[in-house]
């Protein structure tokens, strides 16, 4: 990037480096170097454009070497930037756990679709309790106006002192709320009240299977929100991401994170409960690993990535445990190989799955198998 001694303004390095990382042979270098250079420099890809006569300061311009160096050897930019869209979303991403996709949105899209829909509320009207309602407002106005003419009579020592006593209970009232304890719960206990709840109606149970950061599970929450998520994944890094991804998107309390191999963590008293089973397993043929881009065979984790000599290693473990695991009418939606979907299809017919049927990504290539239970 020139001599330290250069000025750098935000054209200057944005033309650089997507002359760098085009030279590199990196796909979109300028999409590229506007993510890193607003990462850099703390700005807005607009902001870029609106200040692009502001130098660099000589802090912002190591970091952004770092980082065009990175891309330049071919790391995914969601790594280096530390996160990733999908769907409404923005998630946390890091080295170790599979970049979310487009391809995994239509999985979510096609999953959505085969819940129930929510109930619709519809209001009745009620003259006599509208009569009553307009009666308390009246009277509560009328207390408001004899309260507001009491305050204006006081004088001014009576208020000082009122001000005083209006201070120490509000101390009192911040101390207490400090005091109060939300005592954490085993992650087993709390997936046993959700699943208590869905069983009784009160909400949708939904299994993530191979969960990885977490994108599936946070976005069926947030779009749904009368579902409650088990989300389970073999990688302890997955599972750490997939938890601070829900922490950060407030849906904690909406998607559980457990760690262990398909859905054994999930105790067996709730199987025969689940209303979905989503999954997005590792499930390219290994012969094709051999051809995937760079930048995802060197960085992004094989435990993700391999399905077998087929592809279908995983799917032939988890459809037996979707039998067990859904209820009657409830619905899997698997996102998996273009080349393994007859198959899957076949295999899912197979095991007594019913309306087996093959979804398309946005490219109109097969990609999401659906089927539901007898």
Same mark, same amino acid.
């Given at each position: 990037m020139g001599d330290?001694?250069?000025?750098?303004?935000?054209?200057?390095?944005?033309?650089?480096?997507?002359?760098?990382?085009?030279?590199?042979?990196?796909?979109?270098?300028?999409?590229?170097?506007?993510?890193?250079?607003?990462?850099?420099?703390?700005?807005?890809?607009?902001?870029?454009?609106?200040?692009?006569?502001?130098?660099?300061?000589?802090?912002?311009?190591?970091?952004?070497?770092?980082?065009?160096?990175?891309?330049?050897?071919?790391?995914?930019?969601?790594?280096?930037?530390?996160?990733?869209? /999908?769907?409404?979303?923005?998630?946390?991403?890091?080295?170790?756990?599979?970049?979310?996709?487009?391809?995994?949105?239509?999985?979510?899209?096609?999953?959505?679709?085969?819940?129930?829909?929510?109930?619709?509320?519809?209001?009745?009207?009620?003259?006599?309790?509208?009569?009553?309602?307009?009666?308390?407002?009246?009277?509560?106005?009328?207390?408001?106006?004899?309260?507001?003419?009491?305050?204006?009579?006081?004088?001014?020592?009576?208020e000082a002192t009122e001000d005083?006593?209006?201070?120490? /209970?509000?101390?009192?009232?911040?101390?207490?709320?400090?005091?109060?304890?939300?005592?954490?719960?085993?992650?087993?206990?709390?997936?046993?009240?959700?699943?208590?709840?869905?069983?009784?109606?009160?909400?949708?149970?939904?299994?993530?299977?191979?969960?990885?950061?977490?994108?599936?599970?946070?976005?069926?929450?947030?779009?749904?929100?009368?579902?409650?998520?088990?989300?389970?994944?073999?990688?302890?890094?997955?599972?750490?991401?997939?938890?601070?991804?829900?922490?950060?998107?407030?849906?904690?309390?909406?998607?559980?994170?457990?760690?262990?191999?398909?859905?054994?963590?999930?105790?067996?008293? /709730?199987?025969?409960?689940?209303?979905?089973?989503?999954?997005?397993?590792?499930?390219?043929?290994?012969?094709?690993?051999?051809?995937?881009?760079?930048?995802?065979?060197?960085?992004?984790?094989?435990?993700?990535?391999?399905?077998?000599?087929?592809?279908?290693?995983?799917?032939?473990?988890?459809?037996?445990?979707?039998?067990?695991?859904?209820?009657?009418?409830?619905?899997?939606?698997?996102?998996?190989?273009?080349?393994?979907?007859?198959?899957?299809?076949?295999?899912?017919?197979?095991?007594? /799955?019913?309306?087996?049927?093959?979804?398309?990504?946005?490219?109109?290539?097969?990609?999401?198998?659906?089927?539901?239970?007898?």
């Amino acid at each position: 990037m020139g001599d330290t001694t250069d000025i750098w303004t935000i054209k200057t390095a944005l033309d650089w480096t997507c002359g760098y990382l085009e030279r590199k042979g990196v796909e979109n270098p300028r999409v590229s170097a506007q993510w890193l250079l607003s990462e850099a420099c703390g700005l807005s890809r607009i902001e870029l454009y609106m200040n692009a006569e502001r130098p660099l300061s000589s802090d912002e311009r190591d970091v952004l070497r770092a980082y065009v160096s990175r891309r330049g050897a071919g790391e995914p930019l969601q790594y280096i930037v530390g996160e990733a869209p /999908f769907r409404y979303l923005t998630l946390k991403v890091r080295p170790g756990v599979l970049i979310p996709r487009p391809e995994t949105e239509v999985l979510v899209s096609e999953a959505l679709a085969c819940l129930p829909e929510p109930p619709q509320r519809v209001a009745t009207w009620n003259a006599e309790a509208a009569e009553q309602e307009a009666a308390a407002v009246a009277d509560l106005k009328q207390k408001m106006a004899e309260i507001s003419a009491a305050v204006n009579a006081e004088n001014t020592s009576r208020e000082a002192t009122e001000d005083a006593e209006g201070e120490d /209970f509000a101390g009192a009232v911040s101390a207490n709320v400090s005091r109060e304890e939300f005592p954490g719960q085993a992650a087993e206990d709390v997936v046993a009240v959700d699943a208590a709840d869905g069983a009784r109606g009160d909400y949708l149970l939904v299994a993530d299977i191979c969960t990885g950061s977490g994108c599936i599970a946070c976005s069926v929450a947030s779009e749904r929100p009368d579902t409650r998520v088990i989300a389970v994944d073999i990688d302890a890094g997955a599972v750490s991401l997939a938890r601070e991804n829900a922490e950060a998107l407030d849906l904690a309390d909406k998607v559980r994170v457990l760690q262990g191999d398909l859905g054994a963590p999930i105790p067996e008293r /709730f199987l025969g409960r689940f209303d979905l089973v989503v999954s997005n397993p590792p499930y390219v043929p290994t012969r094709v690993l051999q051809d995937i881009p760079r930048e995802v065979a060197d960085f992004e984790p094989a435990l993700a990535l391999d399905g077998g000599a087929d592809g279908l290693d995983v799917l032939r473990r988890l459809l037996p445990w979707c039998a067990r695991a859904l209820k009657p009418g409830g619905f899997f939606a698997f996102e998996l190989h273009e080349t393994c979907l007859d198959a899957a299809a076949d295999m899912a017919r197979g095991a007594g /799955f019913a309306d087996v049927r093959v979804k398309r990504d946005l490219a109109g290539r097969p990609r999401v198998l659906l089927g539901s239970k007898r």
